[in-house]
């Protein structure tokens, strides 16, 4: 899924995989979703609310230097 805008500053915010659960799984993987947020849970918040499913987890991402 394509992140979305939000109005965090640039500095403040930091990157986010959010894997869900959706309704049914066959295949084992879980479907995640990428987004900008201030910390683990306002990432773990904005996920749930935007696919409307439960969170099994939450990544930062960090950028490769």
């Known amino acids: 899924m394509k992140r979305t805008a939000n109005t965090i ?3 403040a915010a930091r990157s986010y995989r959010c894997f869900y659960e ?3 799984s066959e295949s ?8 900008d947020a ?3 849970s306002a990432a773990l918040h904005a ?3 935007k696919t409307g499913h439960p969170i099994a ?9």
């Open 57 to 65: 987890r939450v990544e930062r991402l960090e950028r490769a230097s």
């Open 28 to 35: 084992g993987l879980l479907p995640h979703v990428d987004l």
């Open 9 to 11: 500053p640039a500095s």
């Open 47 to 49: 996920a749930h609310t």
């Open 22 to 24: 959706p309704a049914s």
């Open 38 to 40: 201030e910390d683990g």
